[in-house]
């Protein structure tokens, strides 16, 4: 499996941009980089995935590096709400058809006033 | 996004008893469902792989008698767990997945936080 590398803890001022790094310098050319998030005591929220290209959805963009070896979500303005652990994670590749997501211990990002 | 639903969101049993989890996928067909558990402070642990129709796969150390799953249709997967003891005590996860063209996306569950006596 390819595995990813996040910081453990970061701090974002309320309304600031939020730009989360992760490290994933083994994937594989199949392999597509997610990005979930869990705020206390729920389950994780999808926030977005990509392969090669950069993604912009309503919550996020996903920057990823022309060799792929690492990406950074960027939250455009962080809010109060936006405060969770962020999970940076790279799909098990071809030998798992049921693209099962192993979990790292993500970044702790706390948003503040 | 996708809702994915999980009955009950808490449950507190005695030692011995048997717990079911159910996982609803409310919006979408999902052939292949996964159920996670997660200490406190700790990360996500892949326990298994439901397929619709056919037996879970365990990943290693996860007891299949202990911990049994049943994926009867698209929308509804269930994790029993028999003979509930405090270490197995946890928050209990269910995800979804959703495929569309060459990439696919799980959506999970709220959880259910399973307490035992």
């Known amino acids: 499996d390819a595995k990813t590398t996040q910081p453990p803890s970061m701090d974002c001022a309320e309304g600031r941009a939020a730009n989360l790094p992760c490290n994933h310098s083994t994937i594989s050319g199949n392999e597509y980089v997610y990005w979930y998030r869990q705020i206390h005591s729920q389950g994780p929220q999808y926030i977005i995935h990509g392969l090669k290209n950069n993604e912009t959805n309503e919550m996020a963009s996903l920057i990823i590096t022309e060799d792929r070896k690492s990406s950074t979500l960027i939250l455009p303005h962080a809010t109060l709400r936006d405060t969770a652990v962020y999970y940076c994670?790279?799909?098990?590749?071809?030998?798992?058809?049921?693209?099962?997501?192993?979990f790292g211990a993500g970044t702790q990002v706390v948003v503040t006033p | 996004g996708a809702v994915v639903s999980q009955h009950p969101s808490r449950v507190i049993c005695k030692s011995g008893t048997s717990v079911k989890i159910e996982c609803r996928s409310l919006?979408?067909?999902?052939?292949?469902m996964f159920w996670y558990r997660q200490f406190p402070k700790q990360s996500l642990m892949l326990m298994a792989t439901s397929n619709e129709g056919s037996k879970a796969t365990y990943e290693q150390g996860v007891e299949k008698d202990k911990f049994l799953i049943n994926h009867a249709s698209l929308t509804l997967s269930t994790l029993t767990v028999t003979s509930a003891h405090p270490e197995d005590s946890s928050f209990y996860i269910c995800s979804a997945r959703w495929a569309s063209g060459v990439s696919d996306t799980q959506y999970f569950g709220p959880g259910t936080r399973l307490t035992v006596l």
């Open positions: 994670i790279v799909r098990v590749g071809a030998t798992d058809s049921w693209g099962k997501l192993q």
């Open positions: 919006d979408f067909q999902a052939t292949t």
